[in-house]
């Protein structure tokens, strides 16, 4: 009874969380439009679209199971999540690092500006966040857990 309790709530809670996001994204959106988009403004919003959509299917899908009677996580899920996030830890490291040497390279030799630390944290958080969830359906589809 206890673990149905927690599973119904992580299924609400996971609702409530898209809810917010999918609202800052039309805020953010409109607020930004009303400015002008640029580029990377766009990119960027249309990267964070595709995290919810797919986040969103996510949670639909649990949400199917919880009403199935089926568990929310078995061995195989928390396999797949844990390799997944190693994988996207370490591309997360590695995008890191070359993000600063690459920033070092624009301003010691082409003599441009560096990138802006917001740049540099909003590439880190859409790339490490877009890799995670490729991986998660990837290894999903696949199977491989090992």
Known sequence: MKRKKMEKTSMMLGFGITALVVG????YGLGAA??????????????VIILVVLATYTVIERFRAYKAGLPLKDEREKKIWYKAGYYSYLVTIYLALGLSFF???????LGMTGFDIGVVVGIIILVSGSVFIGLY????????TE
Not at 24 to 27: G, L, N, R
Not at 34 to 47: A, D, Q, R
Not at 137 to 144: I, W
């Open 34 to 47: 009303s400015g002008g988009l640029e580029f990377p403004e766009v990119f960027m919003i249309l990267t």
């Open 137 to 144: 359906f990837y290894f999903r589809q696949t199977g491989k």
């Open 24 to 27: 800052t994204i039309v805020f």
């Open 103 to 109: 920033s070092d390279y624009l301003i010691e030799d």
